[in-house]
Nanobody, 115 residues
Framework: QVQLVESGGGLVQAGGSLRLSCAAS????????RGWYRRAPGKERELVAM??????NYADSVKGRFTISRDNAKNTVYLQMNTLKPEDTAVYYC??????????WGQGTQVAVSS
């Protein structure tokens, strides 16, 4: 099993920045992909960013503004979010997937961007 704990959400004005963290514990050696998803009010959950073997992938809506990174020593994945927009308001979830396809989700952290 893998446990994920997110932190770093909050309220910020448009144009501001936040950094989300996702700390993993448990059988982290089996993890092959790490990502961030979000669910905005009234919308389905969507992929924001993902990192697999050092290769990153981003949703078009966040390219150039968000950066996903990982600290192997801390078993932590980060999402640096710059130039935030009101449409970035959502609950952000961390997701890890292991080498047999099992998915692990964090509890979510709220990000609210005011205009």
């Amino acid at each position: 099993q893998v446990q994920l704990v997110e932190s770093g959400g909050g309220l910020v004005q448009a144009g501001g920045s936040l950094r989300l963290s996702c700390a993993a514990s448990g059988r982290t050696g089996s993890i092959i992909s790490r990502g961030w998803y979000r669910r905005a009010p009234g919308k389905e959950r969507e992929l924001v960013a993902m990192i697999i073997n050092g290769i990153t992938n981003y949703a078009d809506s966040v390219k150039g503004r968000f950066t996903i990174s990982r600290d192997n020593a801390k078993n932590t994945v980060y999402l640096q979010m710059n130039t935030l927009k009101p449409e970035d308001t959502a609950v952000y979830y961390c997701k890890h997937t292991d080498n047999i396809g099992r998915a692990y989700w964090g509890q979510g952290t709220q990000v609210a961007v005011s205009s």
